[in-house]
């Protein structure tokens, strides 16, 4: 009773900050919750068990809900602790007022610069990933994200600035700290020639897992990733979609707690995208720290806690997804979808109503404005000019605006491979 009581008590800390957004985002992380409790997972879990089975406590997807079943006054004190900081600090206002560095962040970069010999590839970077979360980041090619990640691995030197992990420094050693990293680059770096399973046991010894323990998470992965029957076949015979399940596999089997990603989905067909994107989901409710670079947007939206917007090797926007997307809210967005080729309406359109900005792409023109838009002068607008309109559509709030704004530049579009949305 005396373990449960300091659970609940400790749970109830006024300066969990990282708890409460676990809790406020998605159903409670175990292993990020033991983490920060100074708990093993084990004794994290039979607590949280413990707690369920006497109708204590539950959690979902809106947060940690307690219920008072039993007289003890110490233990009822710490559950009613724990509410009242929770009801308390889960508005804006509420979360506003606790310090961000009240919990160490998973790593965290300062002022982080790469130079390639006169030119400046990334450029003062500083930003902080939480234990726990998906933390996206995002920018045009060439805005330096896959040299960042480079550099946070261990596998390119920074110029200048300082690199951190779980609250310790690591400038100079990050290889020291590899053995907590999962790595997904960009490219398939898995042996074709050998088999699926081999593959993933072969990773597993380099971390230098046992045999047994390599070949049971072994197996247990390729069940996961729906790769069981493809276990036998050579990496090489493998479709896009499954070399990516594979090598995003082979990088969690030495259980990192951070991963890193670098455009994991991209050239991949929707079907398997969509795998992928669940696969993830389910880690980050396991604890695991994911870095998260994409050139989808829609993808980023639906997974990121947080994202990073960079371009060139610049930090420019960072922020919760809900809040930079509150930002697109103010804007009014129409698309046009006309017959034949749209670019020559973007100045006649942009001369007809001031302070709009248009972008065209193919037979689509996209308007967008700091005040809501009018749907009749628009139709008007073509009608007069004879343009046979196809399609008149208002589109929702998107990270593709706040990514246009910051940026510069429109991101790119996924192929829609296989018919349907990814």
């Not at 175990?30 to 949280?48: E, F, M, P, R």
């Not at 960079?310 to 006309?338: H, N, P, W, Y």
Request: proline share 4%; glycine share 10%; net charge neutral.
């Amino acid at each position: 009773m005396k373990d449960l009581q300091t659970f609940c008590r400790a749970l109830a800390s006024p300066v969990r900050l990282e708890i409460l957004r676990l809790l406020g985002s998605h159903p409670l992380c175990v292993n990020a919750l033991a983490g920060h409790l100074g708990l093993s997972a084990a004794a994290t879990s039979q607590h949280l068990r413990l707690l369920r089975e006497q109708g204590l406590v539950q959690d979902d997807k809106r947060g940690l809900f307690v219920h008072y079943r039993r007289d003890d006054e110490a233990f009822r004190d710490g559950l009613d602790r724990l509410r009242d900081f929770w009801e308390g600090s889960r508005t804006e206002e509420g979360l506003r007022g606790i310090s961000m560095k009240s919990e160490p962040f998973a790593f965290e970069v300062r002022g982080l610069r790469k130079d390639f010999g006169s030119l400046r590839a990334v450029d003062s970077l500083s930003f902080g990933v939480f234990p726990g979360e998906i933390f996206g980041f995002l920018g045009p090619n060439g805005a330096g994200k896959t040299t960042t990640i480079r550099m946070l691995t261990g596998l390119a030197r920074p110029t200048g600035g300082r690199l951190f992990f779980f609250g310790e420094e690591r400038t100079a050693d990050v290889k020291a700290v590899q053995h907590l990293m999962g790595i997904v680059p960009d490219d398939n770096n898995l042996y074709p020639e050998l088999k699926g399973r081999a593959n993933l046991e072969f990773c597993g010894a380099l971390y230098g897992m046992p045999r047994k323990e390599r070949q049971e998470r072994a197996e247990m992965l390729l069940e996961r990733f729906g790769l069981a029957e493809a276990a036998g076949r050579l990496f090489g015979t493998y479709s896009k979609g499954m070399r990516r399940k594979l090598v995003l596999a082979a990088a969690l089997m030495h259980r990192p707690p951070i991963l890193f990603l670098d455009e994991p989905t991209t050239g991949i067909d929707v079907a398997s995208a969509r795998s992928i994107r669940q696969l993830l989901d389910d880690l980050r409710c396991e604890g695991t720290t994911i870095f998260l670079t994409t050139h989808y947007i829609e993808e980023a939206q639906r997974l990121c806690d947080r994202i990073a917007f960079i371009a060139e090797g610049r930090l420019v926007a960072l922020d919760a997804t809900a809040t930079l997307l509150a930002s697109a809210r103010e804007e009014g967005a129409i698309d046009f979808v006309v017959e034949g080729e749209a670019f020559s309406l973007k100045e006649p359109l942009g001369r007809a109503f001031g302070g709009v900005t248009c972008r065209v792409e193919g037979d689509t023109v996209s308007v967008r404005s700091a005040e809501p838009l009018r749907l009749t002068p628009f139709l008007n607008f073509f009608r007069d000019r004879g343009i046979e309109l196809r399609e008149a559509r208002r589109e929702k709030p998107s990270l593709e605006e706040v990514f246009l704004r910051v940026t510069g530049k429109a991101p790119e579009k996924r192929a829609k491979e296989g018919g349907g949305r990814p």
